[in-house]
């Protein structure tokens, strides 16, 4: 049974960072993508990143590029999104989740798996 337990939310203001992290487990973590989303209220949730197992390839959704950073622990069977300049934009429920298809659909929510419990951010202007 695979778990994902997601961590680091919490309120701070424009311009300030927050790291979160996503704990993996019940299964081979290093041998899977991870992705965050996020889903504000009222809206459909959306791609944030993903880092690949192996090499570490990684994609940002336009929005984020640039600000954050995602990364990996294999070791830790952790995956971290390193939040910098934060935005009221930002502010959402943000999941980690594991990503099992094909690395062309790594933006697509259906092709995700097994999905956190999720972190709420918010971010004040």
């Known amino acids: 049974q695979v778990q994902l337990v997601e961590s680091g939310g919490g309120l701070v203001q424009a311009g300030g960072s927050l790291r979160l992290s996503c704990a993996a487990s019940?299964?081979?973590?290093?041998?899977?993508?991870m992705g965050w989303f996020r889903q504000a209220p009222g809206k459909e949730r959306e791609f944030v990143a993903v880092?690949?197992?192996?090499?570490?390839?990684?994609d940002y959704a336009d929005p984020v590029k640039g600000r954050f950073t995602i990364s990996r622990d294999s070791a830790k069977n952790t995956v971290y999104l390193q939040m910098n300049s934060l935005k009221p934009e930002d502010t959402a429920v943000y999941y980690c989740?594991?990503?099992?298809?094909?690395?062309?659909?790594?933006?697509?929510?259906?092709?995700?798996?097994?999905w956190g419990q999720g972190t709420q951010v918010t971010v004040s202007s």
């Open positions: 019940g299964s081979t973590f290093s041998m899977y993508n």
């Open positions: 989740a594991i990503h099992t298809k094909t690395w062309s659909t790594k933006r697509m929510v259906g092709s995700y798996d097994y």
């Open positions: 880092i690949s197992w192996g090499i570490g390839s990684t």
